[in-house]
């Protein structure tokens, strides 16, 4: 059984409680108060990731991340609510459905519209 993970219960919920059927007490414990981006970004931005079955691992340090994830190079990733929920397999699938749409001229799939073509022209990579 996970140790430590009731505390994210209710506080009157009845596992709090239960003794016999998790570690032999109760949780007391209050739910931690979530990092925010700004917070997360702080204690991962002096890791560097190198790559090899030869890393010494440095027992002097305590960090419980091991590497930067990529996706903090993005401009807006500090500021998500929710940055663990981005799943890939749904954004390619969406990316390649709006590029293929967009191509083939799809009813319905394309992303070429008026809006789209005033934000081009706002950004000045296309005149209208």
């Not at 007490?25 to 990092?35: G, K, N, R, T």
């Not at 609510?81 to 191509?103: A, F, P, Q, W, Y």
Request: charged content about 30%; some cysteine.
């Amino acid at each position: 059984m996970y140790s430590r993970h009731r505390r994210f219960l209710t506080p009157n919920h009845p596992y709090r409680r239960l003794k016999k059927a998790f570690n032999g007490s109760q949780e007391h414990d209050v739910v931690p108060i979530p990092l925010t981006g700004e917070q997360v970004y702080e204690r991962v931005q002096h890791l560097n990731t190198v790559f090899r079955k030869t890393q010494k691992k440095d027992k002097s340090k305590s960090c419980i991340r091991k590497k930067r994830s990529i996706f903090f190079d993005l401009p807006y990733w500090s500021d998500l609510d929710v940055r663990h929920c981005i799943d890939v397999t749904h954004m390619e699938k969406n990316v390649c459905g709006s590029v293929i749409g967009t191509l083939l001229n799809i009813q319905g799939k394309t992303k070429d519209g008026l809006n789209t073509r005033q934000d081009l022209a706002d950004m000045g990579i296309q005149s209208q």
